[in-house]
């Protein structure tokens, strides 16, 4: 009788790890690059009162057996690399990546962050930063001077400047790829972390060989959430989560009934 309180309560914490990844999801949703997740689930040992194969007589054998499943856990948090939907904003600095990859950025401790968020913006030296501040890599100083700025789908970044009749390069963007994006570890502020999971990361030029994608610019990658789908798995959850309780409640009452008979 407890163990089915017990395998309830497992389908009730793993659908509330599923409600906290779904409203992380739609609090999200507006979130420039951000990369949805998706819970996935695994049943949890058996118990078995009779092995399936075991033997029924000296002739015979057990075709299916007895097993008792104790519930779900969680496996992982799946992140979904889907593309999000690009957004014209008329700023030159705004860039989106049209396919696969990342952009690179230096982070205060010395790490190299990924993220498909690319709002950048010059800081006081007119190096190319994130709102964080964090600097894209490799370094792009775009001058004070610069009166237009001029991504192509490469990457190649070029400005004019007054007095100059031909554009001049002042850098490249770089972007990265990895085997297994899944794997990333996700800090926070858009940005991901390379780890043993996701491999080491591949880098190249955008739209090049190396399958990476193209570089929009003036756009802006949104989150790739469908808030409709949100909607239905939270449904799915919390109907889950109702019908796990259910058990429990069944169980104390069976118990509660036992109770009365040894009274």
Known sequence: MLRALYTAASGMAAQQMNLDTIANNLANSSTAGFQQRRVQFSDLLYQSEIMPGSAASQQTTVA????????????????????GTPQTTGNPLDMAISGVGFF?????NGQTGYTRAGSFHPD?????????????QPAITI????TNITIGADGTVSVVQPGQSQASQVGSIQTATFVNPGGLNSVGNNI?????????PVVGTPGGSDGLGSIEQGMLEQSNV????EFVQMILA?????SNSRVVKAGDEMLQQLNQLAQ
């Open 64 to 83: 299916a057996g007895v097993q008792v499943g104790l519930g779900t856990k969680t496996t992982s948090t799946e992140l979904i690399m889907t593309q």
């Open 104 to 108: 690179q950025v230096l982070l205060p």
């Open 124 to 136: 006081s030296t007119g190096t190319l930063v994130t709102a964080d501040g964090n600097p894209l």
């Open 143 to 146: 001058p004070a001077d610069a």
């Open 192 to 200: 991901y972390l390379a780890t043993t999971a996701s491999g080491d």
């Open 226 to 229: 469908s808030v409709v789908d």
């Open 238 to 242: 919390q109907r889950s989560y109702e």
